[in-house]
């Protein structure tokens, strides 16, 4: 069918209109999937380090005692082939800070922050050469990195009493070791008496590369066990 002048112009024109709508709506769908992806790459990028964490139910209503570093500390033992005395090594860990809170002569809630460039072993103490490579070893990329990260720490997030076993308490918490935060429950026995509150943690077995932890030695020198056990000894003065 022959269109004249004017009715070619108006289909042309009516034409133009409708392909500027369509790219509207092209352009409105567009923009936002563009940011949208954007952001999911900038999350990417951003994503912290591995944490997995217990809900926190505990509070800070009540007295405040802080960590008495000096008496307090954390005892660590790890083991080659099998646990027994004669195939482990075995140390300690200062704590750099740490605070605890009592009500009604009960504990509440606390956190404890370890100086990880204080880790030593013990049962090399009297062979100094020895000692001097362990503890570089242990401080070292192969396992806790202590330049990069300096602290480890347990925040209690729920407290449990208990009338089973050797243990007054359950404590369920975030252990963080080299910026990997898991969730960790000790058996305790927790006592407040005359301004001092005192935390003695069962033996507990962690293993240590999901924490980052994943050096093996040759199988020569054997065979490195997964399992590191800790034990947390805290005690704590009112604050005056």
């Known amino acids: 069918m022959f269109l004249g002048k004017e009715h070619f112009f108006y289909y042309i024109s009516g034409y133009i209109k409708k392909l500027k709508i369509m790219k509207r ?73 740490g605070d605890v809170t009592i009500k009604d002569g009960k504990l509440e809630s606390g956190k404890f922050v370890a100086d990880m460039n204080s880790l030593t072993s013990v049962d090399l103490k009297d062979d100094a050469e020895q000692l001097g490579k362990l503890n570089g070893h242990l401080k070292s990329g192969d396992f806790f990195e202590v330049e990069k990260f300096p602290t480890a720490s347990y925040e209690i997030t729920k407290v449990t009493p208990s009338a089973e076993g050797d243990y007054n308490t359950l404590l369920d918490g975030n252990l963080t070791i080299k910026g990997i935060t898991k969730p960790v429950q000790f058996k305790a026995n927790v006592s407040v008496k005359e301004g001092e509150a005192s935390i003695a ?34 005690k704590a003065l009112e604050k005056k």
Do not use: M
């Not at 490195?224 to 805290?234: A, D, F, R, S, Y």
């Open 25 to 97: 709506k092209l352009f409105s769908l567009v923009i936002p999937a563009f940011f949208a992806t954007a952001v999911v790459i900038s999350c990417k990028k951003d994503k912290p380090l591995s944490s997995e964490t217990n809900e926190v139910t505990t509070t800070k209503d009540g007295n405040q005692y802080a960590i008495d570093t000096l008496n307090s500390k954390v005892e660590w033992k790890g083991y080659k082939i099998l646990k027994s005395e004669n195939t482990s090594h075995f140390g300690t860990i200062k704590f750099e800070s």
């Open 201 to 234: 943690t069962e033996p507990k077995d962690i293993n240590r590369e999901e924490f980052g932890v994943k050096f093996q030695a040759p199988a020569e020198n054997g065979v490195i066990k997964n399992e590191v056990t800790l034990q947390i000894n805290v």
